[in-house]
């Protein structure tokens, strides 16, 4: 991946003698099984896993807190000492009106709130944000935990797919997603949301933590639009966790379809999920798909393919469908028709 990468200063990498703590932060709602890979995937890179989670929809509707009643339940004891739990048990003012402040919020939240509860912070410990369905690759972070001499912050090329990993898209999906804490504190003020809005030469610590640390901060991103170094699994659930997304969406993604009835059906859902229709009627080209293809899907995944089957191959597709494979191992999914 690193190989594939724009990084600029390769030829001064340099392995570590003791391995950085990498800490990634996510929000979660209802991605539970992308939680498990998430999880399985990361589990042997990362130290601590920093997940917020609140009793409020990004609508700003009251949720019950499933992910808590799972760790207390022992659904996730296989990975519960690198969970740091951040409970957010408030609706940010202006958030019901304009839901981009919702969102932005719970980053800022989940990041300042959950790192200031971590103990023995270094400045040169990695920080990750990540969406719930924003899954990087294994071997891209232990880079980062293992090697000096790569610059900050770093974005990651995701390979995307829409309703299961069997609607491939083209190209990758490119996100700002990690930096040290050092950067973290000195640039973006500890804002998760500032790391992923790419403006860190706008920001007034910049030039002053480059003068601090004689390091020139040039973004880069691991992977390539052709060498994916994670995975982005866009709307990845069943019919009926699709319809809880719908309901659950903050108010300021328009179209919202969760407002819609006729796009909260089931029926209707389960059609854009055999098609690869989107919610507006438009169908995009989709470019070839295998199963056993590099970097399809995180091994997890392919390791309990009858349990995630319905991720892994369209549930719904029928003979003669543009991508349809004829089940596991077949000639692929996803060909533009």
């Not at 700003?60 to 000492?81: M, S």
């Not at 995180?298 to 991720?311: A, G, I, K, T, V």
């Amino acid at each position: 991946m690193v190989q594939h990468s724009n990084l600029p200063t390769k030829e001064r990498l340099a392995p570590r003698e003791r391995p950085r703590r990498v800490l990634n932060a996510i929000n979660v709602n209802h991605e539970f099984d992308l939680l498990h890979v998430r999880f399985h995937e990361l589990g042997p890179a990362v130290d601590l896993f920093l997940v917020c989670e609140s009793n409020f929809t990004a609508y700003g509707e009251a949720r019950p807190l499933h992910f808590l009643q799972k760790l207390l339940d022992g659904t996730f004891d296989y990975v519960r000492h690198k969970i740091l739990y951040v409970f957010l048990d408030h609706f940010p003012d202006g958030g019901r009106q304009d839901g981009w402040i919702a969102d932005d919020y719970l980053r800022t939240y989940l990041t300042r709130d959950g790192l200031a509860r971590v103990g023995g912070a270094r400045p040169d410990d990695v920080f990750i944000i990540n969406d719930a369905d924003e899954i990087p690759a294994r071997e891209g972070v232990l880079f980062l935990k293992l090697f000096d001499g790569w610059t900050e912050p770093f974005a990651i090329h995701m390979r995307k797919s829409l309703y299961g990993f069997f609607w491939k898209q083209l190209g990758s999906l490119e996100v700002v997603a990690g930096c040290t804490l050092g950067m973290l504190r000195a640039v973006y003020d500890s804002d998760g949301i500032k790391l992923r809005r790419r403006e860190y030469y706008t920001l007034p610590g910049f030039r002053r933590y480059e003068n601090i640390t004689g390091h020139i901060l040039v973004q880069w991103s691991l992977g390539s639009p052709f060498h994916f170094a994670g995975w982005h699994c866009s709307w990845c659930f069943t019919p009926e966790g699709i319809h809880f997304k719908l309901v659950s969406a903050q108010n300021g993604d328009f179209p919202r379809w969760g407002d819609y009835e006729d796009k909260r059906d089931l029926g209707y859902i389960r059609e854009l999920i055999r098609t690869g229709g989107w919610f507006d009627g438009s169908v995009q080209e989709y470019p070839p798909s295998d199963p056993r293809e590099h970097m399809y899907a995180p091994q997890y995944l392919l390791d309990n393919y009858e349990r995630y089957r319905y991720m892994l191959e369209n549930p719904y597709a029928k003979l003669g469908d543009r991508g349809w494979n004829g089940g596991r191992g077949g000639a692929g999914g996803g060909g533009a028709g």
